[in-house]
């Protein structure tokens, strides 16, 4: 059958279509008057016995996947359409860092509701003293890591009366300030720079990525003939960064974080600590405190 010929030469030349995507296309592109649904089906399964002979066998298990990868790397058989390589293996680790909104006041609040963690609600959102210091947890985020600890003792040292405000100080330490706590300094804090920090590429990327499959479980051929295609794509940013490109950002943000760097460089001669944090919550809060 030319429907289902022309299905199997499509099949291998676009690895990440949906199968029921190539056959709409070949229908819209050719009238076939005795297609019926069964033959449907028997053309989507056709796409995938047909893609799985250009595959190697497939991983079953995580050992497998592992081996897999690991002499691929060794081999160096997987090139990107400039012909480089395109697995590499970190010998030192990752770096992860999270978005710089991460520790804002409304994320804070938000995840110590969450834990039944009774702030006034009022105390927050009036110029109050409470507001105040609660404020001054998203300046932490403008510290350098090793600074965290001592600003989270004066924190403490400041904290407004209450029960509920020393539940939200115990859940801020072991959530984000301790040494062993589950997201500590060193991947939310920073030192004020020009340099973005948000995960808003590596989202759209993910967003991006899982739009390609249609299995909530891709094997991992599938998935790397989608991350070389993407990785093409990479290429053209990469050569728009060479000429001098730039991505738009807004005045406002570029404004922002001028104001947090001066701050930064004014906390070591005209501003206490307090007043450097508080001054970067208010900045992190698009808020003014008078």
């Given at each position: 059958?030319?429907?289902?010929?022309?299905?199997?030469?499509?099949?291998?030349?676009?690895?990440?279509?949906?199968?029921?995507?190539?056959?709409?296309?070949?229908?819209?592109?050719?009238?076939?008057?005795?297609?019926?649904?069964?033959?449907?089906?028997?053309?989507?399964?056709?796409?995938?016995?047909?893609?799985?002979?250009?595959?190697?066998?497939?991983?079953?298990?995580?050992?497998?996947?592992?081996?897999?990868?690991?002499?691929?790397?060794?081999?160096?058989?997987?090139?990107?359409?400039?012909?480089?390589?395109?697995?590499?293996?970190?010998?030192?680790?990752?770096?992860?860092?999270?978005?710089?909104?991460?520790?804002?006041?409304?994320?804070?609040?938000?995840?110590?509701?969450?834990?039944?963690?009774?702030?006034?609600?009022?105390?927050?959102?009036?110029?109050?003293?409470?507001?105040?210091?609660?404020?001054?947890?998203?300046?932490?985020?403008?510290?350098?890591?090793?600074?965290?600890?001592?600003?989270?003792?004066?924190?403490?040292?400041v904290m407004p009366a209450g029960e509920d405000y020393k539940t939200f100080l115990d859940y801020v330490k072991k959530t984000y300030t301790s040494p062993d706590a589950k997201f500590p300094p060193d991947v939310w804090a920073s030192v004020p720079s020009m340099e973005p920090a948000t995960t808003n590429g590596a989202e759209s990327f993910h967003t991006d990525f899982n739009a390609q499959f249609n299995a909530a479980h891709p094997n991992i051929f599938a998935s790397i003939s989608v991350l070389l295609e993407i990785q093409a794509q990479t290429y053209v940013k990469i050569n728009s960064l060479r000429v001098g490109e730039k991505n738009y950002v807004e005045p406002k943000r570029i404004e922002m974080k001028k104001k947090r760097i001066q701050a930064w460089n004014e906390m070591f001669s005209d501003r206490s600590l307090l007043s450097y944090l508080l001054y970067m919550g208010s900045l992190n809060a698009a808020m003014e405190i008078k």
């Open positions: 059958m030319d429907f289902k010929n022309s299905l199997k030469r499509k099949a291998t030349e676009d690895f990440s279509a949906r199968p029921m995507k190539l056959a709409r296309q070949e229908l819209s592109r050719v009238e076939y008057t005795e297609i019926c649904a069964s033959d449907l089906t028997l053309a989507r399964r056709c796409v995938y016995r047909e893609r799985h002979k250009s595959w190697p066998k497939i991983p079953q298990n995580q050992e497998e996947l592992n081996e897999f990868l690991k002499r691929a790397f060794e081999e160096k058989s997987i090139k990107t359409s400039r012909g480089e390589l395109f697995l590499y293996r970190s010998e030192k680790g990752l770096s992860m860092f999270t978005c710089e909104s991460n520790l804002s006041p409304p994320f804070c609040f938000e995840k110590a509701s969450e834990r039944a963690y009774a702030i006034d609600l009022e105390s927050y959102r009036n110029k109050s003293p409470e507001r105040k210091w609660l404020l001054m947890f998203s300046g932490l985020s403008c510290l350098d890591p090793r600074m965290v600890q001592e600003a989270v003792q004066r924190l403490e040292s």
